[in-house]
């Protein structure tokens, strides 16, 4: 049997001479445990317990967080001070970690309340909920999701399948009572946007929010505030170029990517979509579009992995959008803001040029921003990409469920950047330009 892999964050009483010495000394649990990882401020408490061989992988640290970017370790204790044990678990939990956290969990009810449970988890391949139900600890598994959504344990459902089934599942979770966020894209066709749109309308008790993380990350919210301050003068050029490489067997590792039906297109609607959502966010939306698509090099799917756009915003701005999933580059997004006073090219969140009339106003901008990116150093999933977005729009969503913030990411706003996509396609299919919906 693989054993469990443990991190113990509190090499104090508890994390070292209780929960270390039993899983180092005991036979039972050195035989099913592996202590890999230990941290506390005080270096001088991370030694070796007397007589006692620590594992040969034994990491050592004076800041948990550095702990924590630790994707092999398996679950996490927290025997810190008690002052610490919330925000220090929901930190854990966050970054995707089971986590057992030293009495008292809470010193209040409304902490408590914070460490939100995931209840169920549900796949049409059985394995693959029973690996994450074992790996996060979560008590249910399922292979239909209707049946999921019978149980009273349940007030959310994050829907994470395949485009094409993704209104199918949130406008049942809605009929159930249940909270929905949806992954992005909302949907592969505009039937379907359109009905999650009206169900938006419709289950006004319930909230109904779309992924994109993006809108969480305090870069772009600092760009998308100058915007709309009128630093940059008048707009008049919004562009964004995406360039990526997607291969033959990320396309063949499911059997819905690539594909019209089951993910609506491909290098647009998976990988451009999030920051072709940043454009729509951060203009004030798009008005209309004439659009060309193409598959060039991915010989073995259904859809685009080159393709092209021309924007008109509705603030009068003009652009120009282009992605390709043949790049040799892994991952590059270019997002340019050009206005009468100033313009900014914005590429993997860094600043790569900037110009302004007024160059106080430069220097202004880029110390800012520099400030912001040192300050900002939240934990970042496994690429670092996908930024630190995810855990602040998932607290966000609960926190709407609760009444406590309103809901950033709407599904009637995250449905923009779909309807830019099929309009994308929309147009090349008809050869006109096309104004948008949403």
Known sequence: ???????????????????????????????????VAIADYIGERCVALPGVAPSPELKIYTDYKELLKNRDIDLIINATCSKDHVALSIEALEAGFNVICEKP????????????????????????????????????????????????????VSVCTDHGSHALISLDALATGKHVICEKALSANRKDLGLMVAAESRYKDLVFSGVFQHRFESWYNYLRGI?????????????????????????????????????????????????????????????????????????????????????????????????????????????????????????????RRINFRDKSLESQITREYAEIKQNDRELTLSKAYYGNGHP???ANFISAIRGEEELRVPVHSAAHAVDIVLSVYESYNTGKRITLTF
């Open 1 to 35: 049997m693989e054993k469990i892999r443990v991190g113990i964050i509190g090499q104090g009483r508890s994390g070292r001479d209780i929960h270390r010495h039993l899983f180092e000394t005991q036979a039972p649990l050195r035989d099913r445990y592996e202590v």
């Open 227 to 351: 915007i709309k301050s009128g630093v940059f003068g008048r707009l008049l050029t919004i562009n964004l170029n995406v360039l990526c490489w997607r291969s033959a067997d990320y396309y063949a590792a499911d059997e819905w990517r690539g594909t019209w039906s089951k993910e609506g297109g491909a290098v647009l609607i998976n990988q451009a979509i999030h920051f072709i959502d940043l454009l729509g966010w951060m203009s004030g939306g798009v008005e209309s579009i004439s659009g060309s698509y193409a598959n060039l090099t991915h010989l073995s799917i259904e859809c685009e992995d080159v393709a092209s756009a021309s924007l008109i915003y509705k603030n009068g701005a003009v652009g120009a959008l282009t992605a390709t999933s043949s790049s040799p580059l892994e991952w590059e997004p270019v997002l340019s803001f050009n206005g009468t006073s100033g313009s900014l090219d914005l590429c993997n969140s860094e600043i």
């Open 392 to 394: 602040r729009q998932l």
């Open 105 to 156: 969990v809470a010193r209040r009810v409304a902490d408590f309340d914070r460490l939100v449970s995931v209840a169920a988890v549900c796949d049409l391949v059985k394995s693959k909920a029973e690996g994450l139900s074992l790996r996060y600890g979560i008590p249910h598994i399922f292979t239909d999701y209707r049946k999921m959504l019978d149980s009273s344990a349940i007030d959310a």
